[in-house]
């Protein structure tokens, strides 16, 4: 029912940025509460930020807070993760996740859909 595609990711040097996008396409896409996750090599997946459907709440993964910024172009139906001072322990895959349910959730298991990933690697 909802198709999650992300974008963005790369090779960066340290200290350096990207943003993140993912797009939402299926009947139901326009009213959904939005997360990132990552998982780095050998390491469970891990929440890293998340926004409530209408945008006016977030939440982040503590020690990311003040690099990482969510958003979200609801008419776009586009969530996006702006990733500043990137660092290499930030490499991972990181993922899109979606739920029509209301509020912020940090939990894997309160996401229905996922996008497929895109890698990002920080080198030092």
């Known amino acids: 029912q909802v198709h999650l595609v992300e974008s963005g990711g790369g090779l960066v040097q340290a200290g350096g940025s990207l943003r993140l996008s993912c797009a939402a396409s299926?009947?139901?896409?326009?009213?959904?509460?939005m997360g990132w996750f990552r998982q780095a090599p050998g390491k469970e997946r891990e929440f890293v930020a998340a926004?409530?459907?209408?945008?006016?709440?977030?939440y982040y993964k503590a020690s990311l807070k003040g690099r990482f910024t969510i958003s979200r172009d609801n008419a776009e139906r586009t969530t996006y993760l702006q990733m500043n001072s990137l660092k290499p322990e930030d490499t991972a895959v990181y993922y899109c996740?979606?739920?029509?349910?209301?509020?912020?959730?940090?939990?894997?298991?309160?996401?229905?859909?996922w996008g497929q990933g895109t890698q990002v690697t920080v080198s030092s």
């Open positions: 926004i409530s459907r209408n945008g006016g709440s977030t």
């Open positions: 996740a979606a739920d029509s349910r209301l509020g912020v959730a940090q939990t894997a298991s309160a996401y229905a859909y």
């Open positions: 299926g009947r139901t896409a326009s009213n959904l509460r």
